[in-house]
């Protein structure tokens, strides 16, 4: 079946350093990539997504670029700030399976940046 | 504004007792789903519904079932809870193609003493 596999469990960083959440996936057609945000006592919302090779999904200085080839999608900004604190999921849907917008998640990433 | 609620925000059930989860959205959306979070297994569907009157089987499915009376709810059912079913569960809605977004209501906490 299809799967997501995020490395980082928890990222602690200080207010404007650069953050990369690792995300590799596994499908057997061609998948759609999100990117989801969940904030403390909230449901996930998304933050982006991107559906072909090569296409770079990007919101709120957060970007990541789909790589068919790695079967990656890793989440990039530039300089974090401490309302970035959340857990970030990566996703895919595969209409391949017959999964009719169905979503698999990655494990999540605790994302905590201190002032 | 479109929106998912869910209901009750927090539950304390007893082992064996029956639980019934509750989802509402307003977003007209045919699709409805229920998660699962846990820490280290970030989010698991449960089941889903194609619309009212559907229900189908999701990754993890045992010891639930689910209700669907009507385009706008979706309930979640533990006939016999267990102490493994502690946990926090959304619910979301969407519409149907690979593209389309999720919209997640904001939860409910549920401990199985």
């Known amino acids: 079946g299809d799967s997501v596999t995020q490395t980082e469990g928890q990222v602690a960083l200080s207010e404007e350093d650069f953050l990369t959440i690792h995300c590799n996936y596994s499908?057997?057609?061609?998948?759609?990539l999100f990117w989801y945000v969940q904030y403390p006592g909230e449901g996930p919302q998304l933050l982006f997504r991107?559906?072909?090779?090569?296409e770079k999904g990007s919101s709120r200085g957060f970007e990541a670029t789909y790589d068919k080839g790695t079967t990656s999608f890793h989440l990039r900004k530039a300089s974090v700030q401490e309302s970035d604190s959340a857990v970030y999921y990566c996703?895919?849907?595969?209409?391949?399976?017959?999964?009719?917008?169905?979503?698999?998640f990655g494990q999540g990433t605790v994302l905590s940046v201190i002032p | 504004e479109a929106a998912v609620t869910q209901s009750p925000r927090n539950k304390v059930a007893v082992t064996g007792g029956k639980v019934t989860l509750s989802c509402n959205q307003t977003?007209?959306?045919?699709?409805m789903y229920w998660y699962r979070q846990d820490t280290g297994h970030g989010l698991r569907l449960i089941h889903y519904?194609?619309?009212?009157?559907?229900?189908e089987k999701g990754d993890i499915p045992d010891g639930y079932k689910a209700s669907r009376p009507s385009q706008e709810n979706f309930s979640l059912i533990l006939e016999l809870a267990t102490p493994s079913q502690t946990s926090v569960y959304f619910c979301?809605?969407?519409?149907?193609?690979?593209?389309?977004?999720?919209?997640f209501g904001p939860g409910t906490r549920l401990t199985v003493l």
């Open positions: 977003n007209n959306h045919n699709n």
């Open positions: 996703a895919l849907s595969d209409l391949a399976t017959g999964g009719n917008n169905k979503l698999t």
């Open positions: 499908a057997s057609g061609y998948p759609t």
């Open positions: 979301a809605s969407g519409d149907p193609g690979t593209y389309a977004e999720q919209f």
């Open positions: 991107a559906s072909r090779d090569k």
């Open positions: 519904s194609y619309g009212a009157g559907s229900t």
